[in-house]
């Protein structure tokens, strides 16, 4: 599987946009690349799924280049209620037993008033 | 309504105990998955079950047992319980194996004492 790199933490201010990097150098042909985010004390929340080029939904964009080794979430005027982990995550579209589903350490974003 | 619940919340117990942990979820998905969050925040998968089946084992010690009665509920059996067993324990569900978004429960606080 492969394996994700991303900033520990990110600060910013509200109505800020914010710009998250993951990287996955070794990212294969058939691996999709998953966002989600996670408060205190709850699960992960889906955010943004995408394969390449541009996705775009009402929370969030994410970013694909052409080789797919980075991808970036853009999260638009952030507030302080989006202070939270961000997780990125790589993985083929069939979670086969052979595979290793494995969150990284996620990116700790904190938003000041 | 909740989509995925799992119960209880907190479990506080005593090293070689055997706990339970239940999940369920409503969204009538088809694959159910336990995850186990350490200290480090480091999320892992443990066990993933389509339509009742076992499908993702991972090196998990076979004091760790899951059952799925069916595709609407995934519980935990944990027998013997250690010190390394505290950790969250996170539920999860998506609509199938084919990559699509998880949806996670609230977790449950296993402390073992």
């Known amino acids: 599987l492969a394996k994700t790199t991303q900033p520990i933490s990110m600060d910013s201010y509200e109505g800020q946009e914010v710009n998250i990097t993951c990287s996955h150098n070794?990212?294969?042909?058939?691996?999709?690349i998953t966002w989600y985010q996670q408060f205190p004390s709850q699960g992960p929340r889906f955010i943004i799924q995408?394969?390449?080029t541009k996705v775009t939904n009402e929370v969030a964009s994410l970013f694909i280049p052409a080789d797919r080794k980075s991808s970036t979430l853009s999260l638009p005027r952030v507030s302080l209620s989006d202070t939270a982990v961000y997780y990125c995550?790589?993985?083929?579209?069939?979670?086969?037993?052979?595979?290793?589903?494995?969150f990284g350490s996620g990116t700790r974003l904190s938003i000041r008033p | 309504d909740t989509a995925v619940s799992q119960t209880p919340k907190y479990l506080v117990t005593q090293m070689g105990n055997d706990k339970s942990i239940k999940c369920e979820q409503n969204?009538?998905?088809?694959?159910m998955y336990w995850y186990k969050q350490d200290s480090k925040k480091f999320l892992k998968i443990m066990f993933s079950?389509?339509?009742?089946?076992?499908?993702i084992n991972e090196t998990v010690p076979n004091r760790f047992s899951p059952k799925s009665p069916d595709k609407a509920h995934l519980n935990l059996h944990i027998n013997s319980l250690e010190l390394g067993d505290s950790a969250v324990y996170f539920c999860?569900?998506?609509?199938?194996?084919?990559?699509?978004?998880?949806?996670f429960g609230n977790g449950t606080r296993l402390t073992v004492t």
């Open positions: 999860a569900s998506s609509l199938s194996t084919g990559g699509s978004p998880l949806h």
């Open positions: 070794n990212i294969a042909t058939n691996d999709y």
């Open positions: 995408g394969y390449k």
């Open positions: 995550l790589v993985g083929p579209r069939q979670y086969s037993s052979a595979s290793k589903i494995i």
């Open positions: 969204l009538g998905h088809d694959t």
């Open positions: 079950y389509n339509n009742k089946e076992l499908i």
